[in-house]
């Protein structure tokens, strides 16, 4: 069985908790084998009765970076270690693979093979990946109550994330303006300080602006807005520019004479975003927003209430 997992943000910690369930498997499979030999071991051969005869058990760790090298380990020390450097992985497989045969005690059909193959791929979005995907695919042979448990144990890890589509991109535009026009704000009050120090110099239609309230209060929040867009919206939105969905067409504008482009979010929901390649510092970005725009939203609050005091106050 085959499952992507989508709409999920999967930083290195759950990989990480991926290769340790499938170590703790392994490592239960290891110890059902040695207690099935130490079992057998004193018996003659036509006493043997094999649960996990002739059995093998190998997770096998490999990573691809974007620099065209691949690297495929069976030690689990390794494999942690080699994460340090997310930024630089392409592509992390963990595979799973155990066999075993079984004693048949009721005919003489031969021993009874099984296998146990689970493979968890984690893709970045680059260039030849384009998307970043996580991939889980399970296969066994006389073991199906064991691939059930196997393959929802690993989804579980995986679909305990935190949603990819979530707020921090649901309401972008939101974030967005509050951090531009807390900017604003403040370059507002620059600009009012400097026309106030400059006020006898000024042409009378600017001092009579000064001094009527509902100018003044609504020329802030038009600076805000104007200066706020223009000289921070590149900054915030250098921060969103990894994690927002793609443009796709939606027709032309006649009254504009433009193309017009909006989110592809059925495509973005199609896929997870994986903390590797591309989106290495992902959670580090979101967690920043998040922390801007509690700051930000603040900002607007306390300034909303002087814009509505200072009306109440000025006459």
């Known amino acids: 069985m085959d499952n992507k997992v989508i709409n999920k943000q999967i930083p290195v910690k759950s990989i990480i908790d991926v290769a340790n369930y499938l170590e703790n498997y392994k490592d239960d499979y290891d110890r059902r084998i040695q207690i099935d030999e130490n079992k057998n071991r004193n018996l003659e051969y036509d006493q043997k009765v094999w649960e996990y005869g002739n059995a093998s058990t190998e997770i096998r760790y490999t990573i691809e970076l974007h620099n065209g090298k691949t ?59 384009r998307y970043s995907d996580a991939v889980i695919s399970v296969d066994t042979q006389n073991q199906e109550s064991e691939a059930n448990n196997l393959y929802y144990g690993i989804t579980d890890i995986l679909e305990n994330n935190e949603e990819r589509y979530n707020k921090t991109i649901k309401s972008r535009k939101l974030r967005m303006q509050s951090f531009c026009i807390s900017v604003g704000i403040i370059l507002s009050y620059i600009v009012f300080v400097i026309l106030k120090i400059n006020e006898n110099n000024l042409p009378n239609v600017i001092h009579d602006y000064l001094n009527n309230k509902a100018i003044l209060i609504l020329g802030q929040w038009f600076i805000a807005i104007l200066f706020g867009n223009l000289f921070s919206h590149w900054y915030i939105m250098s921060i969103y520019r990894p994690l927002i969905p793609d443009a796709k067409y939606a027709g032309y504008d006649s009254s504009t004479g433009r193309s017009r482009y909006t989110d592809d979010i059925n495509d973005y929901l199609e896929h997870s975003e994986v903390h590797i390649g591309k989106y290495w510092d992902a959670e580090k970005r979101r967690n920043k927003i998040e922390k801007i725009y509690k700051i930000t939203s603040k900002i607007l609050l306390v300034q909303l209430a002087i814009s509505l005091i200072l009306f109440l106050i000025l006459k």
């Open 71 to 129: 690297m495929t380990e069976s030690n689990y020390n390794w494999f942690i270690s080699n994460l340090n450097e997310p930024s630089y992985i392409k592509r992390i497989s963990i595979d799973l693979r155990i066999s075993f045969y079984t004693t048949n005690r009721y005919n003489n059909s031969g021993d009874e093979y099984s296998r146990i193959n689970a493979e968890v791929d984690f893709r970045d979005a680059g260039m030849e990946l």
